[in-house]
């Protein structure tokens, strides 16, 4: 079977301008941050980024590597907004489109199934119509049939992707992926939607090893659904990656505060985002061993 | 704290009554899951779950939901897990029907229409917001009712600027598919518990907290209230029980995080 370790680098060279990308996880938790950084350094341009929002949109959109966001909020969980995005939207640096949590999902769902698109409730009578003129309805071809009202529902249209990453806890060098956190979220389906499949775990172990590790019922991701396996450990920080570790919020707030301020952001930059992965770790080591010993 | 009306001499604050309100919102709706959001709502269906309604189901915040009914600032170990529910189930939730959310409100208007996306032209946003979230898929799926702390022309306005929660109008003209199990409860804001219990389900005043006036609610808001018919005067919103007021004060919020929420 086939060995799928890859680094960061080889991963995102996949990349070209243009793309739509998926990410994993889910406001401030499990987001493959690793790779966003590496993408937020890249020099891409004009990437669609899909995303159940955190702060993997913030610092994608400030790199200037976005084109346009789909997202059903953006968040930073226990800070409630992101400041890179709110000033990107703000400053009309980026296209969006802002949809209901269930539509994305369901628009997920239909990539991953090749269908077209999947008819749902959401939506209707809100103004995600009027913000995405492209949505369209359908009405049911069983008329008078069980929960026909004779109405038109909305047509939530295949988010289909080039390229999907999601970080998880473990992974095996197949490309098994394992969450030992409470929630899966939609990692499978941003993998199912996706051509090029990349998972990021903290830790790769061999092939069987998984099941040492936790219950099988973890392993939520098959090796059906990957392309690659990198190790990053750490990867998700600064957004949470329970049991491994959770959310770090003093760095969370720097980063927050540092958004907000030209200068400090310049700053902020050059030690955490203008570095590669190695040298990301050792300043968030620094500046945590700094801290604490205040 | 802020004591309550003049006169009343109680040492109920206003932040109690509104979490008493929060708690009469999902009264009769048995064995749903309730998914509040803001502190005194998550007081609120807590405090409803130990009294009047004991069926109802709570989320861990998380992705599990939890059987017993700690404080809700309680660490992890104090909580009893009884069942399993990822974010991707939850829309199994929302879809079946099966829960009553009550989301915060930036802004709301007189048919209950929500916006929590953005503040201006949706296409270059004078203040971005969170994005419209789950609002629109609750709102035509199950019961929404709404919190507002801070009551004013600002946050009761004439028109939402980007329709999030679908209010009645706008669910009556997308057709039956929307208004089958639309339902907009009631707002509670830190003034009062209001309703959409109209012949054209336009907002109207259900009870007023204790202290506080109609003109000062009718000030704080940016359209015209309905009137409630064949009402002499309107209700005052009911103070906790001795019973309720030890769980809010002693069991659910002992660290009186409620009067952070709200400043009045």
């Known amino acids: 079977m086939a060995d799928k370790r890859a680094t960061i680098e080889e991963v995102v060279s996949e990349l070209h301008d243009g793309m739509t990308i998926g990410v994993g996880g889910w406001g401030s938790r499990r987001k493959p941050m690793a790779i966003v950084r590496a993408i937020a350094r890249s020099g891409l341009h004009d990437l669609t980024v899909v995303s159940y929002g955190g702060p993997d949109v913030g610092i994608l959109c400030s790199a200037g590597v976005v084109r346009k966001a789909v997202y059903g909020f953006v968040t930073l969980d226990s800070i409630a907004l992101d400041p890179l995005f709110r000033s990107a939207r703000q400053n009309g640096e980026i296209e969006a489109m802002e949809i209901d949590e269930g539509m994305f999902y369901l628009g997920l769902l239909a990539a991953a199934q090749r269908i077209p698109f999947l008819p749902t409730r959401a939506g209707l009578g809100s103004d995600v119509l009027r913000i995405n003129p492209e949505l369209r309805t359908v009405t049911s071809p069983y008329p008078g049939g069980v929960f026909d009202d004779g109405s038109a529902l909305v047509a939530m249209p295949a988010l289909a992707l080039d390229a999907a990453f999601v970080h998880v806890n473990r992974a095996d060098t197949h490309g098994n992926g394992q969450v030992l956190g409470p929630d899966p979220f939609f990692d499978e389906l941003f993998l199912g939607a996706a051509r090029v499949r990349v998972v990021t775990a903290e830790k790769v172990v061999e092939p069987g090893a998984l099941l040492g590790e936790g219950p099988v019922q973890t392993v939520t991701i098959s090796r059906l659904l990957s392309d690659a396996v990198v190790q990053t450990p750490n990867g998700a920080h600064f957004t949470s990656c329970a049991p491994d570790y959770g959310r770090d919020e003093d760095f969370q707030r720097l980063y927050a505060k540092s958004a907000g301020d030209p200068d400090a952001w310049a700053a902020f930059e050059r030690r955490y985002l203008q570095v590669d992965e190695q040298d990301y770790q050792r300043a968030v080591d620094e500046e945590r061993s700094k801290s604490g010993a205040a | ?264």
């Open chain 2, 1 to 264: 704290m802020t004591e309550v009306g003049a006169g009343t001499d109680t040492g109920v604050s206003r932040a109690e009554v509104c979490a008493v309100a929060c708690a009469e919102a999902f009264r009769g709706d048995g064995e749903i899951i309730a998914s509040p959001f803001g502190t005194i709502p998550a007081v609120g269906a807590r405090l409803a779950r130990l009294t009047f309604e004991p069926d109802l189901v709570l989320t861990d915040g998380e992705a599990a939901l939890m059987a017993n009914t700690p404080a809700i600032d309680s660490a992890r170990d104090d909580m009893v897990i009884e069942a399993w529910l990822p974010y991707r189930r939850v829309f199994d939730v929302v879809w079946s029907g099966r829960r009553h959310v009550m989301m915060m409100a930036t802004q709301v208007d007189r048919y209950g229409n929500q916006n929590i996306s953005c503040i201006g032209d949706w296409k270059r946003p004078k203040t971005q917001l969170i994005g419209v979230r789950g609002a629109p898929g609750n709102t035509v799926n199950h019961t929404t009712s709404y919190w507002v702390p801070a009551h004013s022309p600002r946050s009761f306005v004439e028109r939402v600027d980007v329709v999030c929660g679908v209010g009645y109008d706008r669910a009556s003209e997308a057709g039956p598919v929307a208004s089958r199990f639309h339902e907009i409860r009631v707002v509670v804001s830190n003034l009062g518990v209001f309703d959409f219990d109209t012949p054209d389900h336009r907002m109207r005043v259900r009870s007023l907290h204790p202290g506080v006036t109609l003109s000062e609610v009718e000030e704080a808001t940016g359209f015209e209230l309905a009137r409630a018919e064949g009402r002499a005067e309107i209700e005052e919103s009911r103070l906790p029980t001795p019973e309720e007021l030890s769980f809010i004060r002693e069991v659910l919020d002992p660290r009186s995080l409620r009067d952070r929420e709200i400043s009045s």
